[in-house]
Each structure stands twice: as structure tokens, then as C-alpha cells.
């Protein structure tokens, strides 16, 4: 099971909890089985197949340019952060 | 910038025809170094360009018999800053020369552009003040001559009328035993406007102990380039201290009337005057003590 | 007005004559009629030296000198610092030096530099940062630049 | 002769011994740009162009009721006239492009405003003509109607209820992409982080040191004016010469806004006159290829300085709080910050990695973040190198030194206690891998500047540690061998620094060949793969992985031709040292490339590389400097530049990236600001009044390369372009506390500031 760190804005959908787990070896399978658990989950993360605007994913420490197509490992670790937008 | 005529005459005569038959509608083209950018960005109009540079007396540096100098107005900041003998001098005017703008603007700019430009920060305006600069004007009416100090009459404004032109400035006879120093403070250490800017010249009496005559001229503290009267009064047998120098910077600051914008607030000003006036007076005393005269790289603490 | 006005002047060593408007800069004449596009536009307003350019052996801002008054001026522009075959030396230390990293304002300071060193070989670095003051560049911090030319004058004294 | 320039110390990895890696050949594209053949956007020269000029707002914040261009189109010599009438509806689209989300509709907008002016200089219609004076006289002719609306342009102000709202439907972020706050303001976006319990930790703290910081709005400053020149032919194809960072981000941002497909839009980029950021969104593209396709000739629109000043997106004004606590020891246990960053005109601005950096350099226990980013009557703020970054080191890095005080100690030794190393978890989650902010600060302490003695009244000196990241993202190459053993390669990264070489030195390395017979070549978007922006620190390491595997593909393809040669397999062919071998036959690179074309023909190779995630650059400054107490003016004496920059691959390039920033940053913390009146009109949009330094302001940049290896590169390179910007303002402000005593918590630290300060402090000359 992948671990996800829940970024406080968000907790109110896993009521309350800091830190979900969550199985699939895609981010896109992760996410999904993730919205089954808390429901909403999908609409905040994914817009039209990427990663929503403004916001990021780091899986084990190295932020994904690959949107949902990025690959997770059974005990991957997950932030949500944000992007670097007009960062660059 | 909307198009104009361009003429370039050969003589003071022609110059002035021309000025005078076009009126408001033509503008004398120095080292165009503000004119230029003036007529870009639509803060001026001319539908005639007058370019005075082909007129001999305009660009010539003429000693006079009684050791004076007469500066064509047209004549480069660059070429006075090279000449020793303007250095010597006039110290005052090549320490404006070498700041005003960067090499390539000194390269074209001239004090007589910069005096009819009249800004109230004009970098050169106070050294001609304090040197005891003459303008000789022609016009229709013929010639006519205004101390420096009474030429600017309000910022962008002067006494020139129209189809007069500036034609050069008279210099005194440099004295025995004194100097002159200018400065003004900017935030950077070159490429800048005058917050505040400061010339002063000094004679030493007897043993070079005390202050037999001073002057003093400010920048960028009123709506033209002022003289600080009182200051100068006051200093008039005061030893040459920097007691003394401290002073009359406290009593010049009452001459500053500056506003508050961009490049600085009215209040920073007038203290910048009293700084100022004490460090042009330490850099006159200096050099009227025998010290260097040629001017100062601005960089550097106590420079500026 | 719009009427051209006919001038004769020598760039680079080569006599050449042009029609210009009273209204346009000398830069604009040099980059787009003399199709000399070395020297470049930054501000066109004086301040930021990369348009510098010789006028009769001294650097001037070409973008604050009407086109109409290089009637008989001899002019310099940065193709000319090289000759045939070699760079200059000021050429040669700014590229073994790295003195530039996006370039723009590299013919202002190899033209401002070139007039400098002319008229004064061994400048100090203080007047190397004072004479070149009025050409700004963003990139480098200044710091190669004027090492480039302290070496330039090395070399050059080295040749003669 | 290269004493003479004086290099950096480089404290090398010791597993280090490469053979072109770290040394400095002259840049291929040097002679074109000392000699002034080099073609920058403004050097352009085409058949039939015309010029172009853009109309600019005077108005601040207003409705445009109507726009009346009859009088200018009239106008003899005009060609042609553009609003954004001409511009496709583009509805509230968001596009991903490479750098990041952009909802077209605002950059279109900012491109040319559709219903409301939001800045002072923001565009509002277009002239093509036949020359650019023609163009401006006819900008006087178009007559424009506004309705002048009230005006906010401070962070704080713009954040009250009831302040003016420049996006009327304009509804907080609470979650990026997510959750929205009911009630509209001028707040696009919150980013929080918490981690542990900070109320506590306050409590449990030693000492505490909270204090308040505001910084103005400051502009990247490059000496080019934006241009850009487009030909839309007949056919439908539209070409671009332009000044960009990225060629591919400027064809899609263009695509996007005239909603045209990608296939239609050709950009060729030019050599590019500085960026820093501010030549990644596109201003004039779109505009100038509408009026070309109205006139049927190639348009040229190049921006005048004031423009460029008030028409761009310089970096955000900001106010911070900052709190710190820390233990006995000094330890830090526990921080909070309360950023609040001004986006300009529309949202999306940089307070994203204003967040994520604010505590980076530091391993803090328990922490809370607060970040807000607030549109207010100002340009549309853009990146601008390590964009949100130098901010909050200003702030951080100010608290720290006073933290140091409090506890008397050595504020380097106050930083090696609480560094971020291998393993450290930012407060935003990630845990970095190897960095190398430990050594940078140990590199800084025994550095000669740090332990030789400061004398002199007002004279102090001050430390600041910075932190950037560097991104991946996409990169690709395609290589040609030549038969004379040379090897041509197409690459698509604008090269602003000398990327030309430090790429090519890479793929010279990798073939045992000089970085000589590498002949680069910056190629348009039909000529070479994807690439994205050139920022972000990420060339020479992402678009140098490229060339690298361009190098390994180009190896085994000319193993199989040795093969040949020797009748043996492929995979015995050794390859090391540029030498081919394989038993007792040898043979060197340059000798096979004379005999490709007879076992098969020339090679040529390809690679096309996304690295994923981003390592980390941290900088450490020393600056000494002395005040002149009567004028407040400072004037910087000595200044030293460190930074952990992994293998550096043209050592003078990365000394360059380091004094470059550096200077940047003293500009910012020193003069540069945007002075606005109560019209919301900016000031001293001139490079006389916005001062950024000239050589006279500054001394020589001193900097030490310290070689942490990346693990994530091959040759361990990190981006070092961005992180030399950090650390100044905070290396300043803690300076001129020695100096004087007075802690300086608004930027820049201007003369008529600092003076007033001291007056206030009662210790002033006045």
C-alpha cells in the first residue's frame, strides 16, 4: 500500500486523517481507488487527465512530469504540493 | 516623435534668422542629449531643428587676455574634462563634466545644453554659478549678457526670448589661493539624476587659514539652481575648518525649498544639502590648498 | 516634412552616403539602412550604452544623434574592432574571459572599452568600472567584463 | 592568458577525472557575438517588413466602453490596425504549457486587454506600418473610451474587504486546482502547510524572534526589449522570430491564444538578449501575427523601454511575517510565516515556491505556512530567477542573523546547526537527496573573506544561505557524425549563458572528442524534438542528459561499424578514451568517422529525455560593507558568492551565473524598485530612474564552486542559474545591522531608507 500525505487543506475529506493508504500501480489506478475511499479525492487531484492546475505530485521524494500515467510502487511515499507555476 | 526640418547653419547671424523667424516653433540642437529624448517622448515640440554644432564660436575654447575662458556653448562635457588647463582652472565645472550622464553622453552634451535646459538639477549649473559664469546671448536685438545665476527662471524655463540663442560662457579669471569643488549625491555611484548636488568655491586669506570669499550654488533643492547668499556671507573671514564647513551647511539648508518626488523626499533633501555644502567646501578647501584638482571618480564612501 | 534629407559620412573606414527623415536616429540608420545590426537598441534613450558607437574617435550613444548630423563625421561602429584575419584583443580576453553571456550589450562594451583603452592603456580597474559605467549589462555582474579588459591591456602591451 | 581572469576556487568530488568536464573552452557562438554578427530578435531583416507599435493603457484600472481605430487606420503609411476583437473567444481555458498551467483567456487579455484595462501599460490595441514612426503617430489617432475604475495596487490593501476587485468572479483557491472560497476578492490562491504542533513549540521555545518584512516590485531587467516579428502566410502558416526562452513554449502559448494548431506555427528562435525569466509568457506573438495576417507582410514589433517596464511581468511586491524559536542550543524547533505576494493584473503568480522555499534551508521540527497570492493594479507579475525564493531568504535569513545575536553565536555555526541535509523533510513534504548546503557552509566559514578581520566605523558584514530547485522537465537532441570525426548537434534550448558549449562539452565528454568538434546548433521548433524553457536551472543538466544519450546512441551505432571493420560482434567492441578496440584492433573516433561512409553510412543519432524530479542548489554570501551614516547610502566593499553546484561543466560559466545573480540581488536589495503614484502610473519606467547597478556600484564577485554531485545526472551536474539570486538581500540587510545596528526589514535598503532609519534610531548624522 502506498502511503499519501493529505495536505491540510484537504483533510476535511478523509476526516481529519494527515495520511491515507491507498493501492495502484499507476497514479491514475491510486487516485481512483482513492475516490472510492474518500469520495471527491479524484476532483481535486485530476482535471481532464493532468494533474490539476497549480498543483503537483511527488512520488518518493521526485515530482512526476507524467501526470497520472506516473508510476507508483507498493510502499511509494506521495505529497501533494504545489507547482512551480511562473517558477521557472 | 513627429518629423522637422533640420538646419545646420554656419554662423551666429544665420542661427539666429532662422530662430527668430520660426519663433516657438523651433528648438537649437546642442549635444541633444536631452532635446532628443525630449522630442521622442512629446515633452517638447519643434518643427525646426537648429544645430548649432557648425557655428565656430559655439564650439571653441577662447582665453581671453585677462586669463579668463570663454566656453562655446556647444563645446562637449569630454573636451573640457581632457583640457589641463580648464582643470586647473575651473575645477568645479570639469568635476560636472565628468558626471554628467555616462562617457558616451559627455561625449555630445554641453554645459550651454545643460544651462538652457535648465533643469533644476542641472549638474553644471551650480559650478558655473560658483565659478562666476557670464552668458553672452545673441538675438535679433543683438547681444546681451545674464550671469548664470539669473538665467533659469523656473525648471524647463529660462530667460532666452525668442530667436535668442546662448552663445558661450564668459568665465572670470581664475583667483590666487582658491578652489572649487562639485558634488551631488545619487543612489548609484554614476548614471543618475542630483537628489541634491552642491559647488563651491573658496578663496583663502593670508596663510590659507581663513575663508576670505566663499560660493555656493544648489541643485535639485528648488525650482532652479539657487545660490546659498546667507551661507556664503557667513563664511567671509570664518577659519577654514570643518566647524566652519559644518555650519554653513546648517545655514544654507535654509535656502532649499526642494518638493518631494521620486528621487527623494523634500526632507531628505534639505538635509542632503547641509552634507553636501560641507563636503564641497572640505574638496574647495583641498584644492585651494594646492591639492589635486582633477576630478574625483564618484565611487565610494564620502565621494558623493 | 517626411523630406529626405541627403547626408555623406564615413563608417567603418568606408565612405558611404544615405537618405534619412531629420527625425531618425543615427541607430536606426546604422542598424536598418547600413544593415550594421552589431550595435543594438536598449533603451534609445541614453541610458543603457548599447548602441555606443565612435563619432569622430569618441563614443557617443547612437540612438541620442540624429541620423543628419553624421554629415562628415567619421564613424566606428563594433564590426570594425576586427580586422581581416584576427579579433582584437578586447575580443580575444572577452571570449577566453566569458565577459559576456547573453551578448546584447557586448558591442557597447567592446566599442566603450576599445575608446578607453586607445586613449588610456593602463586604465585601474576604477576607471575601467567608471568609464564603463554607462553601458549597463544584467548578466554578468561586471566582474569578467572588467577583467577582460585589464587582460586586453595586458596583451596590447604585450604586442606593441 | 587565462590568469588573468582570475577563476573561482573549486572544491572538487573526489571521485572527479574527467578529461573535458571543467575546462573552458571558448563558446561556440562567441565570435558572432563579439564582432556583432550575431542575429537578435531585433536584428531581423525581411523581405517587405514592416514595423509594428503597441498602444498602452494610461489608465491603471478601467472598462473600455469602445475603441476607435478609424482615424488611426486612415493614417497614410498604416498597414494595418488590431484590438483583441481580432483575437479568437477563448472562454476560461487552462492549457498546461511545459511551465505550467496558464488560463489562455488571461494571456490573451494581457496580450491585448478585451473588456478592462487592469495596469497602467497594458496593451490595448496595435499598429502595423510602414516604419515604426508611422506606427506611433497612428497610436495617437485611436481613440479609446474608458471608464476609470478605483485602483489597489498594495498586497494588504488589495486583501481588505471591500477593496477595489479587478477579477469580479475572481474566487479563491483554498486547494490548487480545487476547492474554492464562496465569497469573490483579490485573492487567487492559499497554499497552507502545517507539520506538528507550532502553538506549543512557541511556548516550549528558548527565545523567539518574529518580525515583519514588506519588499517592492522589482523588474528582471535584460537589456533586450521583448520583440518578435511573424509572417503569416497565405497558406496559413504562421512564422515567428523570437526572443523567448523557449521556442516550443512560445509556439503553443501562441497556437493557444489564436487558436490555431500547433503544425500551423513555426518559431525561430533568435539569440536572445537576457531573460531571467521574463521572456517565458509571450506579449507580442500573437499580436504581431494577427496585423501580418491582416497585411499580408511580415510585421516587427519591438517594445519600447517603458513598455518593457510597465508592460511585462516584472516580481511581486511582498509582505511577510516571519517567526522563529529555537532552543538552548539553538536548535531551531519551530517556524511560522505568513507570506502574502502581489500577482499583478491576473492571477497565477509565484507564491507556490515562495512557500515551498521559505524554510528549505532548514530542518525545522514543527511548522506553519501561510501563502497568498493577490492580484492587484500592477503589471502581471512573471518569474523572475528563483521567482518567490529571494523573498522569503531575505526574511528567513534576516531572523536567523537575529536568532544568532540573541543566542551569540557565530551565525554560520548557527546555520551548520540547523542545515537541511540528505534526508531532511521540507515542511512541504519532500525529503531531499544528496544536497550540499553543509559543505557550502563549511566552504563559507573557512573562506579567507569570512575569517579576515572587518575594521572601520559603519562598516559590518553579513551571511545569507539561499536555496533553489532545479526542475527536469523535457529536453531533445538529435546529433550528426561527420566524416572528418566532428559531430553536429541540433538542440532546443535558447542558449542565453553559453548552453551551446556546456551541452556540448557534455556530448564531447561522453565521445572522448574536443568540445571543438562539437558544432552546436540552437535549431526552430520543425528542426529538433520537443524541448521546453530554458529556466528553471534545468539546461545544462536536462537538455546535457540528452547529449549525453545522444553520445551513448552514437557509440554502439559506431561499435557495429568497428564490428564490421574486425568481423567480430558489437559487443566485443570495447569503447573508452574516444579509442575503439576490440583485441589487438584499435582504431580512434575520428579514424571510424572517416569509414562510416563505407560500412554503411554517415550516423546520426537521437535522444529525447524527461528526467523526473528536481534536485536542489543552496548558496551561502558573504558581503562586506560600509554606510555613510549622513546619507544612508550603502556601498558594497567586499562580496563572496558560494554555492553547492555540482560538477561544474564551464567552470567561468557557472562563476558567471554567480556573480550575475549576485549583482541582481545587490541591485534588488540596494535601488531597484517600481515607484508608483496614487494613479497607480509606475514612476521611473527608465533604466536612468529604475537603477540597477552599474560596474562602478560593484566590486568583483568572488565565488567558490563547491562540486556536490547530483545523483541524478550522470556527470552529477545541478542548474546553477538561479539560486545566486537568493541570498543577497538577506546577506545585505544583515550586513548593515553590523554595520550600524539597525535592522532594515523593507527592501531596497535605499539611501533616503536607510537614512531615515538611522535618524529614527537616534544615532543619525541629522
Known amino acids: 500500500m502506498a502511503i499519501v500525505h493529505v495536505p491540510p487543506q484537504m483533510q476535511k475529506l478523509t476526516g481529519g486523517l494527515t495520511e491515507v493508504e491507498a493501492e495502484g500501480d499507476s497514479l491514475r489506478r491510486l487516485v481512483s481507488n482513492l475516490d472510492t475511499a474518500y469520495p471527491g479525492f479524484k476532483d481535486r487531484l485530476i482535471k481532464d487527465d493532468l494533474v490539476a492546475p497549480g498543483l503537483a505530485i511527488s512520488i518518493d521524494n521526485v515530482v512526476t512530469s507524467r501526470g497520472i500515467f506516473a508510476e507508483v510502487l507498493q510502499d511509494s511515499v506521495i505529497h501533494i504540493i504545489p507547482a512551480i507555476s511562473g517558477g521557472r | 516623435m513627429r518629423d522637422f526640418e533640420y538646419k545646420a547653419p554656419a554662423t551666429i547671424d544665420e542661427a539666429v534668422t532662422l530662430l527668430a523667424e520660426r519663433g516657438s516653433e523651433a528648438r537649437v540642437l546642442a549635444g541633444g542629449t536631452d532635446i ?198 557667513w563664511l567671509q573671514g570664518k577659519p577654514a575648518t570643518e566647524e566652519s564647513f559644518t555650519e554653513a551647511g546648517d545655514i544654507a539648508r535654509k535656502a532649499a525649498s526642494p518638493i518631494s518626488d521620486m528621487r527623494g523626499p523634500a526632507d531628505y533633501r534639505t538635509h542632503l544639502v547641509g552634507v553636501l555644502v560641507k563636503r564641497a567646501l572640505n574638496g574647495a578647501l583641498g584644492r585651494a590648498r594646492g591639492g589635486d584638482r582633477n576630478p574625483v571618480i564618484p565611487s565610494g564612501i564620502n565621494l558623493c | 516634412m517626411g523630406k529626405k534629407i541627403h547626408v555623406s559620412t564615413t563608417i567603418n573606414g568606408e565612405a558611404v552616403e544615405f537618405l534619412c527623415e531629420a527625425r531618425q536616429s543615427l541607430l536606426e540608420i546604422i542598424r536598418d539602412t547600413l544593415t550594421l545590426t552589431g550595435a543594438k537598441e536598449g533603451c534609445n534613450n541614453g541610458n543603457c550604452g548599447a548602441c555606443t558607437v565612435l563619432m569622430n574617435g569618441v563614443p557617443v550613444d547612437s540612438c541620442l544623434v540624429l541620423a543628419v548630423e553624421a554629415e562628415g563625421a567619421e564613424l566606428e561602429t563594433v564590426e570594425s574592432i576586427a580586422n581581416e584575419e584576427h579579433l582584437h584583443p578586447l575580443q580575444e580576453c572577452f571570449l577566453e574571459g566569458a565577459a559576456l553571456q547573453c551578448g546584447i550589450c557586448t558591442p557597447g562594451f567592446l566599442v566603450s572599452a576599445k575608446a578607453l583603452l586607445d586613449g588610456h592603456p593602463e586604465p585601474t580597474e576604477e576607471e575601467i568600472r567608471f568609464e564603463l559605467s554607462g553601458n549597463l549589462c544584467r548578466c554578468t555582474g561586471y566582474d569578467k567584463i572588467v577583467r577582460a579588459v585589464q587582460a586586453a591591456s595586458e596583451r596590447m602591451k604585450e604586442v606593441k | 592568458m587565462s590568469e588573468n581572469f582570475n577563476h573561482a576556487q573549486i572544491i572538487k568530488d573526489p571521485g572527479d577525472n574527467y578529461k573535458i568536464l571543467g575546462t573552458r573552452p571558448v563558446r561556440h557562438d562567441g565570435v558572432d557575438k563579439v ?126 474587504d471591500g477593496a477595489p476587485l479587478l477579477h469580479e468572479g475572481l474566487l479563491t483557491n483554498l486547494v490548487p486546482g480545487g476547492e474554492k472560497a464562496e465569497a469573490p476578492s483579490n485573492i487567487s490562491d492559499h497554499h497552507h502547510f502545517k507539520r506538528g504542533d507550532t502553538e506549543a513549540a512557541f511556548e516550549a521555545a528558548h527565545i523567539v524572534v518574529e518580525r515583519e518584512f514588506t519588499t517592492q516590485t522589482v523588474h528582471q531587467g535584460y537589456i533586450e526589449p521583448h520583440v518578435a516579428t511573424a509572417h503569416w502566410n497565405q497558406d496559413g502558416q504562421l512564422t515567428v522570430w523570437a526572443s523567448t526562452q523557449g521556442s516550443f513554449s512560445a509556439r503553443e502559448q501562441t497556437s493557444e491564444v489564436l487558436q490555431i494548431p500547433i503544425s500551423k506555427v513555426k518559431v525561430i528562435p533568435c539569440e536572445i538578449g537576457g531573460g531571467f525569466g521574463g521572456k517565458i509568457p509571450i506579449y507580442l506573438e500573437p499580436v504581431a501575427a494577427v496585423l501580418s495576417r491582416k497585411c499580408g507582410r511580415p510585421v516587427k514589433i519591438q517594445m519600447t523601454r517603458d513598455g518593457v517596464f510597465e508592460g511585462t511581468g516584472p516580481t511581486p511586491a511582498s509582505f511577510m511575517r516571519i517567526k522563529l524559536g529555537v532552543d538552548e542550543a539553538g536548535k531551531m524547533t519551530v517556524g511560522e510565516a505568513w507570506l502574502a505576494y502581489d500577482t499583478g493584473a491576473f492571477p497565477g503568480g509565484v507564491i507556490g515556491p515562495g512557500v515551498m522555499c521559505v524554510f528549505s534551508c532548514y530542518d525545522i521540527e514543527h511548522a506553519h505556512i501561510d501563502g497568498y497570492d493577490v492580484c492587484v493594479n500592477k503589471p502581471w507579475t512573471k518569474a523572475y530567477r528563483a521567482p518567490g525564493s ?377
Open chain 2, 36 to 233: 532628443i529624448v525630449q522630442l521622442r517622448e512629446g515633452l517638447r515640440k519643434a518643427d525646426l531643428v537648429v544645430d548649432v554644432k557648425k557655428i565656430p564660436e559655439l564650439m571653441s575654447l577662447a582665453w581671453r587676455d585677462d586669463g579668463g575662458l570663454d566656453i562655446g556653448g556647444a563645446v562637449p562635457c569630454h573636451v573640457l574634462y581632457n583640457d589641463a588647463k580648464v582643470i586647473n582652472a575651473y575645477p568645479s565645472i570639469t568635476d560636472s563634466a565628468k558626471i554628467i550622464g555616462g562617457w558616451q553622453i559627455q561625449g555630445r552634451a554641453s554645459l550651454g545644453g545643460n544651462l538652457c535646459n535648465s533643469s533644476p538639477a542641472a549638474d553644471s549649473i551650480p559650478s558655473l554659478i560658483v565659478e562666476g559664469a557670464t552668458c553672452r546671448i545673441a538675438g535679433p536685438g543683438g547681444e546681451r549678457l545674464v550671469p548664470v545665476q539669473e538665467f533659469c527662471t523656473a525648471p524647463g524655463a529660462n530667460v532666452l526670448t525668442e530667436g535668442e540663442m546662448l552663445v558661450s560662457l564668459a568665465l572670470p579669471p581664475a583667483g590666487e589661493s582658491s578652489g572649487s569643488r562639485y558634488m551631488r549625491f545619487i543612489p548609484r555611484n554614476e548614471m543618475d539624476i542630483a537628489v541634491t548636488g552642491a559647488g563651491a568655491w573658496l578663496r583663502l586669506g593670508e596663510g590659507g587659514e581663513t575663508v576670505e570669499e566663499a560660493r555656493l550654488a544648489l541643485s535639485a533643492v528648488a525650482p532652479t539652481p539657487i545660490v546659498a547668499g546667507e551661507a556664503e556671507a
Open chain 4, 35 to 160: 564582432t556583432g554578427r550575431a542575429i537578435y530578435g531585433n536584428d531581423v531583416q525581411l523581405q517587405g517588413l514592416v514595423e509594428g507599435a503597441i498602444l498602452r493603457s494610461p489608465e491603471a484600472h478601467a472598462r473600455i466602453l469602445s475603441i476607435d481605430t478609424s482615424e488611426a487606420e486612415a493614417h497614410p503609411g498604416v498597414l494595418a490596425v488590431t484590438t483583441s476583437a481580432d483575437f479568437p473567444d477563448l472562454g476560461d481555458k487552462i492549457a498546461n504549457l511545459g511551465e505550467g498551467p496558464v488560463n489562455l483567456a488571461h494571456l490573451a487579455a494581457n496580450c491585448l486587454a478585451k473588456d478592462k484595462v487592469l495596469y497602467k501599460g497594458h496593451a490595448v490595441a496595435a499598429v502595423a506600418a510602414q516604419n515604426v514612426h508611422i506606427a506611433r503617430e497612428a497610436l495617437d489617432l485611436i481613440k479609446v473610451e474608458y471608464e476609470p475604475l478605483p485602483i489597489v495596487t498594495d498586497v494588504l490593501e488589495a486583501m481588505k
Open chain 4, 390 to 766: 529571494t523573498h522569503v531568504a531575505y526574511a528567513v535569513e534576516s531572523v536567523v542573523d537575529e536568532l544568532a545575536e540573541k543566542l551569540e553565536m557565530d551565525p554560520i555555526d548557527l546555520r551548520l546547526l540547523n542545515a537541511a541535509r540528505e534526508g531532511t523533510k521540507r515542511v512541504d513534504g519532500p525529503v531531499y537527496p544528496r544536497i550540499g548546503l553543509i559543505e557550502t557552509l563549511e566552504a563559507a566559514k573557512n573562506h579567507d573573506h569570512y575569517k579576515s578581520p572587518l575594521e572601520g566605523p559603519n562598516r559590518g558584514r553579513g551571511v545569507a544561505a539561499g536555496f533553489w530547485f532545479n526542475i527536469g522537465l523535457k529536453s531533445a537532441a538529435t546529433a550528426h557524425v561527420n566524416a572528418d570525426g566532428t559531430v553536429t548537434l541540433l538542440e532546443g534550448s535558447t542558449d542565453i549563458g553559453g548552453t551551446r558549449t556546456s551541452i556540448s562539452m557534455q556530448l564531447a565528454e561522453t565521445l572522448g572528442i574536443a568540445a571543438e568538434d562539437i558544432n552546436p546548433k540552437v535549431a526552430d521548433t520543425d528542426s529538433v524534438g520537443y524541448t521546453d524553457i530554458t529556466g528553471g536551472s534545468r539546461v545544462t543538466f536536462a537538455t546535457g542528459l540528452a547529449a549525453v544519450e545522444v553520445g551513448k546512441d552514437i557509440i554502439s551505432q559506431m561499435k557495429e561499424r568497428a564490428a564490421k571493420l574486425w568481423e567480430c560482434e558489437a559487443a566485443d567492441v570495447e569503447f573508452s578514451d574516444g579509442i575503439f578496440s576490440q583485441g589487438d584492433n584499435s582504431i580512434s573516433f575520428k579514424e571510424l568517422c572517416a569509414k562510416l561512409s563505407r560500412t554503411g553510412g554517415l550516423i546520426t543519432a537521437r535522444a529525447s529525455v524527461d528526467p523526473q524530479g528536481f534536485t536542489n542548489g543552496f548558496g551561502v554570501h558573504i558581503c562586506d560593507l560600509e554606510v555613510d551614516v549622513e546619507t544612508g547610502k550603502v556601498q558594497i566593499l567586499r562580496y563572496t558568492a558560494l554555492q553547492d553546484a555540482g560538477k561544474a561543466i564551464h567552470p567561468s560559466y557557472v562563476e558567471g551565473q554567480l556573480q550575475g545573480g549576485s549583482v541582481q540581488g545587490i541591485g534588488w536589495a540596494l535601488n531597484e524598485e517600481y515607484l508608483f503614484d496614487e494613479k497607480g502610473h509606475m514612476l521611473n519606467p527608465t533604466m536612468l530612474d529604475y537603477r540597477m547597478p552599474t560596474a562602478l556600484d560593484v566590486p568583483m564577485i568572488d565565488t567558490v564552486i563547491i562540486e556536490v554531485p547530483n545523483p541524478s545526472h550522470p556527470f552529477g551536474v545541478r542548474g546553477v542559474g538561479e539560486t545566486p539570486i537568493v541570498p543577497p538581500p538577506g546577506a545585505i540587510a544583515n550586513a548593515v545591522k553590523s554595520a550600524i545596528g539597525i535592522r532594515m526589514t523593507e527592501l531596497p535598503m535605499s539611501p533616503p531608507r536607510v537614512h531615515s532609519a538611522i535618524t529614527e534610531d537616534g544615532n543619525g548624522a541629522s
